[in-house]
T-cell receptor
């Protein structure tokens, strides 16, 4: 079945460091890919999405490129801030079925001032 | 425009009691989804509802769990005779109306079963 695997955390970085959180997926066809962020005590917020191969999703300085050949959707940010501390979830939805989103286990990110 | 609202935010129940979790979707949204997040896990899909209809309940446990989204009022996730393993965060999401629209998540209800 479809699944998402992302790097385990916690990830601890200093402010202004470069961030990469790896995410790979298994799916049939062409799923849509997402990154969600969960700040402490809050629900998930959609950070960015990509719906087809080679699409790049971007938001708030974060980027991820839909790589069909490597089945990956790694999240990157050039210079992280303390306010980026949160849990990040990689996710996918099956082609034409955005009603059922499949999530990875999440990666907790700590940014030190 | 208020976001997705869930209440209560925290719920404590003893084994054998019932838990009722409520979700009010965003204004104008007619599709509701429930997910469960176990500690240190990602969210797992439970059920997808439209007004008065269950569209997909493939993620719901076969017993003790039920969900509804009536014509008026919030969506309800009901857990009967709770057990310790039901302790989790339960998130509701809503979307406007078509399957390809983005889902917007509520803050979640954290259920603790003693």
């Amino acid at each position: 079945g479809n699944s998402v695997t992302q790097m385990e955390g916690p990830v601890t970085l200093s402010e202004e460091a470069f961030l990469t959180i790896n995410c790979t997926y298994t799916a049939t066809g062409y799923p849509s890919l997402f990154w969600y962020v969960q700040y402490p005590g809050e629900g998930l917020q959609l950070l960015l999405k990509a719906t087809k191969a080679d699409d790049k999703g971007s938001n708030k300085g974060f980027e991820a490129t839909y790589r069909k050949e490597t089945t990956s959707f790694h999240l990157e940010k050039g210079s992280v801030q303390v306010s980026d501390s949160a849990v990040y979830f990689c996710a996918l939805s099956e082609m034409n079925r955005d009603d059922k989103i499949i999530f990875g286990k999440g990666t907790r990110l700590h940014i030190l001032p | 425009n208020a976001g997705v609202m869930q209440n209560p935010r925290h719920l404590v129940r003893r084994r054998g009691q019932e838990a009722r979790l409520r979700c009010s979707p965003m204004k104008g949204h007619s599709h509701v989804y429930w997910y469960r997040q176990l500690p240190e896990e990602g969210l797992k899909f439970m059920v997808y509802l439209q007004k008065e209809n269950i569209i997909d309940e493939s993620g719901m446990p076969k017993e003790r769990f039920s969900a509804e989204f009536p014509k008026e009022g919030p969506s309800i996730l009901r857990i009967q005779q709770v057990v310790r393993g039901d302790s989790a965060a339960y998130f509701c999401a809503s979307s406007p109306g078509t399957r390809r629209e983005t889902q917007y998540f509520g803050p979640g209800t954290r259920l603790l079963v003693l």
